[in-house]
């Protein structure tokens, strides 16, 4: 819990596809250094940027819930599955916000898609609404997390979370799943006996991250 007056707040967006160690590793990275009250883990809905059906919603939800169930302070939410048409994290932003008048809000987000910041939908309300938490892709490479076109933003305010690389792909947990192999230390045995259970990645593993 934060020690702050005012509420720390967290958003975690992402296909969940399926939620691995290194989901796990950001997210509790992020609740201890930011303080967090509380870590929305949001899986998405129609992810605009995939060329790549995901699989379906339900799976992703449930698997995330079990992914996070040992943090306390992160909610799974569904609100980007349940909203119609495609899901944009200005959209949950401003919903969560709702939620916590006054609280200091945090974005969580990797290096690759901090260098992507700028083609996000209405980018520029998230930087004034919430500052950015980057995973660097090199455990303490500035320049691997903070993009060089930021330093002309002053408006785009970010922090690093201090994290030791996780080299785990969601793309090649797929594959392997798909091959029969097993996920090793990538998965919670949770998440892979729901994944047995319901024959997910028996015959798809062309999917993105």
């Not at 691995?20 to 609740?31: D, E, F, N, R, Y």
Request: proline fraction near 6%; aromatic fraction near 8%; charge should be negative.
């Amino acid at each position: 819990m934060s020690h702050s007056t005012t509420p720390q707040i967290g958003l975690y967006g992402g296909a969940f596809d399926p939620p691995h160690a290194g989901h796990h590793a950001l997210a509790a990275c992020a609740v201890a250094q930011l303080q967090l009250d509380t870590l929305y883990v949001l899986p998405t809905g129609d992810a605009w940027h995939k060329t790549q059906a995901l699989s379906p919603a339900n799976h992703r939800l449930a698997m995330a819930s079990l992914n996070f169930e040992d943090l306390p302070a992160v909610i799974v939410d569904d609100m980007e599955i349940k909203r119609e048409g495609p899901s944009y994290t200005i959209d949950s932003l401003r919903a969560i916000a709702t939620r916590h008048a006054g609280a200091t809000f945090f974005v969580l987000l990797g290096a690759d898609q901090a260098a992507r910041f700028e083609t996000w939908k209405d980018w520029q309300w998230i930087a004034q609404m919430a500052c950015l938490a980057v995973a660097p892709r090199v455990l303490g490479s500035q320049e691997e997390a903070s993009p060089h076109e930021w330093h002309n933003h002053s408006n785009i305010r970010y922090t690093l979370l201090d994290m030791p690389l996780e080299n785990v792909s969601a793309t090649d947990i797929r594959s392997g799943l798909a091959q029969g192999l097993p996920p090793g230390q990538t998965l919670k045995p949770s998440v892979f006996q729901y994944i047995q259970h319901h024959h997910l990645y028996m015959d798809r593993h062309d999917r993105s991250l």
